[in-house]
């Protein structure tokens, strides 16, 4: 096992076309496929979501268009540079962001989000199954 691995989300996604797939791809150091774990989901949604949100330290609704549908996959950037970010459904917080750091994932219901100990900004992009 190598010391060092690297994860890389891609989104290839073309507007009124057939190219539109998830995927995500983790590889040791070098870039070698050994140890390389690959998942790409082809979408066939044509809707999409992107903002910014303040995350109070109270339970909130991720404000996601519903454009997007109901299980979305979305990638969510922490943009504080102190506290942690909470992300889950309602009073069940699955996912915690650590300050800087981002996340991908496929929602599976309304998501809420929750910061730490002080409001936080993230960052997301939703794309429709």
């Known amino acids: 096992m190598p010391d060092n691995l690297k994860a890389q989300f891609k989104i290839t996604y073309t507007p009124d076309s057939s190219s539109k797939r998830v995927g995500m791809v983790v590889t040791d150091e070098n870039d070698e496929g050994v140890d390389q774990l690959q998942f790409n989901s082809d979408m066939t949604g044509t809707n999409t979501d992107f903002g910014t949100q303040d995350v109070g ?73």
Do not use: C, H
Not at 85 to 95: N, R
């Open 57 to 129: 330290t109270s339970e909130e609704t991720l404000d996601l268009s519903a454009d997007v549908g109901d299980n979305p996959y979305i990638i969510i950037k922490n943009t504080d540079d102190a506290n942690y970010v909470e992300v889950g459904l309602t009073s069940s917080y699955s996912i915690q962001i650590p300050k800087g750091e981002i996340v991908a994932f496929r929602a599976n219901g309304t998501m809420t989000v929750k910061a730490d100990t002080a409001e936080v900004k993230i960052q997301y992009w939703a794309f429709e199954k």
